[in-house]
C-alpha cells in the first residue's frame, strides 16, 4: 500500500469511527427504551428502527474492511430480524446478550486503527454463536407456532470489557448545511494560541503602568502615554471578543456524555438486583468540550455512588412503604450566561449523618468535642472528604472513601463547586454549578516570605488582616473568629513547607490573611502581602517537573516572571496535616505523631503461588505477616495468638472463607476481627454471600491491585 492509499484509509476509518459512534449510541438507546417500555405500542417501530441502525453499522464496518465487527453485527441483525417478523419474543436474556454484544462492539471500534486488541476472537465467536442458536431454532420450527418462542441464552459469558472510562470518544454532531467539520484538536489549538494573546496584554498594562510614573514631566510623553492608553484598551476588548467566540465554537451538548449513562444505570442495576427508573432532563444544553470531558468521570462516580449506597432493593423498598422501583434523575439547568447546574437525585435512603461524623471522627478528620459543633451542610460536606466512607464493606465499586473526595478536586479544579443535601429515608440530591466555558484565569499574587504565588480568585471568599490577639485556640489548632463562626487559621509558610522567618516588631504589627472556601470548609491562611489580581492562563507543568503538591500550575506576570499557582484542593488537604509555626504573642502547639505498633495480619490462601505474593506484598508496606493454608488451620491459629486483620482466599479445602468468615463473626473474642476476602468468584452473589457472612471487604483477583489491597488494610486497621 502506497502512501496516498494509506493516508486515505486513516481518513477513511476517522470517519468511519464518527458514523459507528453514532449508529453504537442508537442502537443502545433503542434496546434500553425497548427494555424500559416491554408492552409499549411503539415497540414494532423501535425494533425496526434499531434494525437498521444495526444494519447501516454493518455496513459501514464492511466498507472498511472491519470483519469482525460485520459478523456481529449480523449475527446480531439476523435476530433483530426475527423480532422484526414477530418470530421471536423480547425477553430479559435476549436484552442481557445484546447489551453484551454492544460491550463488545464499544471496546472493538475505540480500538479501530490499534494494533494491539483487547477481545479475543474466541469471545467474538461465542457471542455469535449465542446469538445464532435463536436463528436455527426458528428455521427448524414449523410456522404455525402457537406463539413466538423466547430467546434461551448460553451459559457460557465471553471474557470482554466494560469499563465505562474505555468508551468511544463522543461522536462529532452531523453535519449540517451551511458548516464544516473541523477537529476538535485544531480547535483547541487555536484556543491555546488565543489564549496566549491574554500574556500579551498583562505585559503592555506592565509597560503602561510603567510609562504612567514618568509621563507627567514631558509633554511629548504624555501625548504617547495617550495613544499608547487607548490602543490598549483597543487591543484588550479584541483579545476578550475573539476568546468569547472561539470557546463558543467548543460548546457541546451534555447528551454527548449523557447518552451512554442509561446503559451504565441499567447494567449497574441489573448487577445489584435493584430496579431503576432514570431520568435525564435538560441534555441538550450546551457547555465548554473540555469540561464535559472533565465532568464525565465525576458524573459516573456520582451515579455509581446514588446506585451502590443510595437506592434500596426492591424488597427492601417494598418493606419501607416505597415503590418497589427506584428513582434515579439527572437535571441539567442553564443558571445564566456565564454557568450551568447539575442536580443527580435519587430517591434512595439517604446519607446518615451519625455514620458520616463516625467516619470523620475514626480518620482523624474532627474530634468527638467539635462534632457537635458542626451543622447539617458541614456534616454532608464531609463526605468530600478523603477517607470518608459509609459502606461498612469495601468493594471493587464503593467503600474506600476516595471517590468523592476526587469528584470535588475535579469540579473546584473546572471553577465549580459541589454540595449535598440529604434526608434520611427519602433519598439525597448533589448540585454541581459548572462554568459555561473555561474562563480565562484570575488569580490574586501573594508573597508568601520571600516567594510568589497566585492563588485562584474563585476560591478566595476575603482578604482580612489579623492581629495576634485575634487569635484562639481551639483542641490545640489556631482559629479565628469570622462573622459568628470560628475558622482555622494556618500560616501559608508552614502549608508550603517555607521557612518561617519572625517579625521585627511582634506587638505592633497585623497580618494579611487570605480566607479561602473548598467544599464548604473554610480556612484563613496567613501570608505576607497581597498583590494586587492577576489575569492570565496557568500551564501545566507536569510535563516538565512530574506532579507538585500543592502546585496547579504556573502562570506568567506581565513582568515577565513565572509564578507558581496553588492548588487550593490540595492546600487544604496539606493544612489539617500541618501545624502552624510560632509568629509575634502566638504560640501554635503542633500535633505530636501518635506512636504506631507493627500490626499482625494472618493470611489463608491454599496457593502457595497466591500465598507467596499477597505475603510478599504485605511484608513490603511494614505488615508483620503469617500464613495458613486453609481455613481450618486459619481459625486454629486465630484462637492462639492475637491478629490484627485477616485476609482470605474463599475456594479453600477443609474450610472455604466464607465458612471461616461465619465462624470468626461466631466467635466472642474473635468478632471484631476485620476479614478481607481476596477471591477469583466474581459474582454479585457471592460478594453479596460474603457480607453476609460478615466479611469487611471483598476484593476480585482478576482486578487486583497491590495498592488496593494495602489501602483497604490500612481503612480497615
Not at 667 to 684: G, H, I, R
Request: glycine share 6%.
Amino acid at each position: 500500500m502506497d502512501s496516498k492509499q494509506e493516508a486515505f484509509l486513516k481518513e477513511l476509518l476517522v470517519d468511519f469511527k464518527v458514523e459507528a459512534a453514532e449508529h453504537h449510541q442508537a442502537i443502545i438507546n433503542g434496546l434500553i427504551e425497548l427494555e424500559q417500555n416491554p408492552h409499549s405500542d411503539n415497540n414494532q417501530l423501535l425494533i425496526e428502527t434499531t434494525f437498521r441502525e444495526l444494519h447501516s453499522l454493518k455496513g459501514a464496518a464492511r466498507a472498511v474492511n472491519l470483519l469482525d465487527v460485520e459478523r456481529l453485527c449480523q449475527s446480531a441483525e439476523s435476530v433483530f430480524h426475527l423480532l422484526k417478523e414477530q418470530k421471536l419474543s423480547l425477553s430479559q436474556d435476549i436484552f442481557d446478550v445484546f447489551h453484551k454484544v454492544m460491550d463488545t462492539l464499544q471496546v472493538m471500534l475505540a480500538e479501530v486503527g490499534l494494533k494491539e486488541k483487547s477481545i479475543r476472537s474466541e469471545a467474538i465467536k461465542n457471542l455469535q454463536r449465542r446469538l445464532e442458536k435463536s436463528t436455527i431454532s426458528i428455521r427448524s420450527t414449523s410456522v404455525g407456532l402457537p406463539s413466538p418462542p423466547t430467546f434461551v441464552p448460553d451459559e457460557s459469558e465471553p471474557i470482554i470489557l466494560n469499563d465505562p472510562k474505555a468508551t468511544i470518544p463522543p461522536g462529532e454532531k452531523l453535519i449540517e448545511a451551511g458548516s464544516v467539520r473541523i477537529p476538535t484538536k485544531k480547535l483547541n489549538e487555536l484556543l491555546n494560541q488565543a489564549e496566549e494573546l491574554i500574556s500579551a496584554k498583562a505585559t503592555l498594562n506592565s509597560h503602561i503602568n510603567d510609562l504612567r510614573e514618568i509621563h507627567s514631566s514631558d509633554e511629548k510623553l504624555y501625548k504617547i502615554y495617550n495613544n499608547i492608553s487607548q490602543f490598549q484598551r483597543s487591543f484588550s476588548r479584541m483579545i476578550d471578543n475573539l476568546l468569547v467566540n472561539i470557546k463558543t465554537t467548543l460548546l457541546y451538548p451534555f447528551s454527548t456524555v449523557l447518552d451512554m449513562m442509561p446503559k451504565l444505570v441499567r447494567d449497574l442495576s441489573r448487577d445489584q438486583k435493584k430496579e431503576i427508573a432514570f431520568n435525564i432532563l435538560g441534555k441538550e444544553t450546551e457547555i465548554d468540550r473540555r469540561i464535559l470531558e472533565e465532568i464525565k468521570d465525576p458524573l459516573i462516580h456520582l451515579i455509581r455512588n446514588c446506585i451502590d449506597h443510595g437506592l434500596e432493593t426492591p424488597e427492601e423498598r417494598t418493606k419501607m412503604g416505597k415503590p418497589p422501583k427506584g428513582s434515579l434523575s439527572i437535571f441539567i439547568i442553564q443558571e445564566t450566561n456565564q454557568q450551568v447546574m447539575i442536580l443527580v437525585s435519587d430517591d434512595g435512603a439517604g446519607i446518615q449523618k451519625e455514620k458520616v461524623l463516625a467516619s470523620a471522627i475514626k480518620n482523624g478528620i474532627i474530634s468527638e468535642e467539635s462534632a457537635g459543633r458542626l451543622t447539617e451542610q458541614e456534616i454532608f460536606a464531609l463526605i468530600f472528604r478523603s477517607g470518608i466512607s459509609t459502606s461498612q464493606f469495601i468493594t471493587d465499586l464503593s467503600g474506600r472513601g476516595l471517590g468523592m473526595a476526587i469528584v470535588s478536586e475535579k469540579v473546584v479544579k473546572l471553577g465549580g463547586s459541589i454540595s449535598v443535601d440529604s434526608t434520611p429515608g427519602k433519598g439525597t440530591t448533589f448540585t454541581i454549578l459548572l462554568p459555561l466555558t473555561l474562563s480565562t484565569f484570575h488569580g490574586i499574587p501573594v508573597r508568601v516570605q520571600d516567594q510568589l504565588f497566585i492563588i485562584p480568585t474563585s476560591s478566595v471568599d476575603q482578604a482580612i488582616r489579623i492581629k495576634p490577639n485575634d487569635i484562639k485556640t481551639i483542641e490545640g489548632t489556631p482559629a479565628i473568629s469570622l462573622g459568628g463562626q470560628m475558622i482555622g487559621l494556618v500560616f501559608m509558610a508552614d502549608v508550603l513547607g517555607i521557612p518561617y522567618r519572625k517579625a521585627k516588631k511582634e506587638v505592633e504589627i497585623t497580618y494579611p490573611a487570605l480566607v479561602m472556601g473548598a467544599s464548604l470548609r473554610r480556612i484563613a491562611f496567613v501570608i505576607d502581602e497581597v498583590m494586587g489580581e492577576q489575569e492570565g492562563i496557568v500551564k501545566d507543568i507536569t510535563p516538565i517537573l512530574g506532579k507538585v503538591q500543592n502546585i496547579a500550575g504556573a502562570t506568567i506576570l506581565g513582568s515577565g516572571k513565572i509564578v507558581p499557582v496553588l492548588n487550593v484542593p490540595e492546600l487544604f488537604e496539606s493544612a489539617s496535616q500541618t501545624s502552624s509555626g510560632t509568629s509575634a504573642s502566638l504560640i501554635i502547639e503542633r500535633m505530636a505523631p501518635e506512636e504506631t505498633k507493627t500490626q499482625s495480619i494472618l493470611v489463608a490462601e491454599d496457593s502457595i503461588t497466591a500465598r507467596s505474593l499477597i505475603r510478599n506484598i504485605l511484608e513490603t508496606a511494614g505488615f508483620l505477616v503469617q500464613t495458613a493454608v486453609d481455613g481450618q488451620e486459619a481459625l486454629q491459629m486465630l484462637k492462639k495468638e492475637w491478629f490484627d486483620l485477616l485476609v482470605s482466599d474463599v475456594e479453600m479445602p477443609r474450610m472455604n472463607g466464607f465458612e471461616l468468615t461465619a465462624r470468626i463473626r461466631e466467635d466472642n473474642k474473635l468478632s471484631e476481627l476485620p476479614v478481607v476476602l481476596v477471591t477469583a468468584l466474581e459474582s454479585a452473589d457471592d460478594r453479596q454471600r460474603g457480607m453476609d457472612a460478615g466479611a469487611n471487604a471483598y476484593i476480585n483477583k482478576s482486578s487486583f491491585e497491590q495498592s488496593n489491597l494495602v489501602e483497604t488494610i490500612h481503612r480497615l486497621i
